[in-house]
């Protein structure tokens, strides 16, 4: 089984529609963080969260919002989305370790397209 | 303005030869690097990395190296093998544990 799962994979939606995207991990991380990929951009941070208490803004949170449920869990909105919302999202997870070096471990990525 | 740039888009190898990826950063407070490669329809997967103390990091047949100076750093697959075809993401950050800027990507595609 996968260690970052990401509900939906793929998703087709309309401008000014709630759209939720969840991640869910098994690694036992604190740490988790959600990213776009755009063409020719790489990925870009949106939010991450190094605990469950903690969320911080990353480059382009603009128009997006997110929810720590638990340890576990970092689901992504987009309270009113919009067609250059379009692109593939991926959540991740790290954990530094003792040593301090972090690797970050990425989910599938969910398509959204907003028509 | 890209923090972290990765000048190739693509680049073609033949099966068995070298692949050199480069990636190029602005931030001379970035001391922690990493490597990831990306499949179609997956996430990415970390390969390497290295920290600013060192200046070459080796994991079998893949070799980071880092010059600060010049604010560079390269990856070398030897021998190349289709299976390496993929996105290479260069990636940094500031402090250990903090957050991580990408680069663009460069697609490999290394030929039979």
């Known amino acids: 089984d996968a260690d970052v799962t990401q509900t939906p994979r793929n998703r087709i939606t309309k401008t000014g529609k709630r759209i939720m995207l969840e991640c869910s991990q098994t690694?036992?991380?604190?740490?988790m963080y959600w990213y776009r990929q755009d063409p020719g951009l790489g990925l870009r941070l949106i939010y991450y969260s190094f605990d469950v208490k903690d969320i911080n803004k990353g480059e382009i949170s603009d128009g997006y919002s997110v929810s720590r449920q638990a340890q576990a869990k970092f689901s992504l909105s987009l309270e009113s989305a919009i067609p250059n919302q379009t692109a593939l999202y991926f959540c991740?997870?790290?954990?530094?370790?003792?040593?301090?070096?972090?690797?970050?471990?990425f989910g599938p990525g969910t398509r959204l397209t907003v028509l | 303005d890209q923090q972290v740039k990765q000048n190739s888009p693509s680049l073609s190898v033949q099966e068995g030869r070298i692949s050199i990826l480069n990636c190029d950063y602005t931030?001379?407070?970035?001391?922690?690097f990493l490597w990831y490669k990306k499949y179609p329809a997956e996430g990415p997967t970390f390969l390497i990395s290295?920290?600013?103390?060192?200046d070459k990091n080796e994991d079998g047949r893949f070799t980071v190296f880092l010059n600060k100076s010049a604010k560079h750093l390269s990856l070398h697959i030897v021998p190349s093998q289709p299976g390496d075809s993929a996105v290479y993401f260069c990636a940094a950050s500031e402090k250990y544990g903090q957050n991580f800027v990408f680069g663009p990507g460069t697609r490999l595609s290394v030929l039979p």
């Open positions: 931030n001379s407070m970035f001391d922690y």
């Open positions: 991740a997870t790290s954990d530094p370790g003792r040593g301090g070096m972090d690797t970050q471990y």
């Open positions: 290295i920290s600013s103390i060192k």
């Open positions: 690694k036992g991380h604190d740490r």
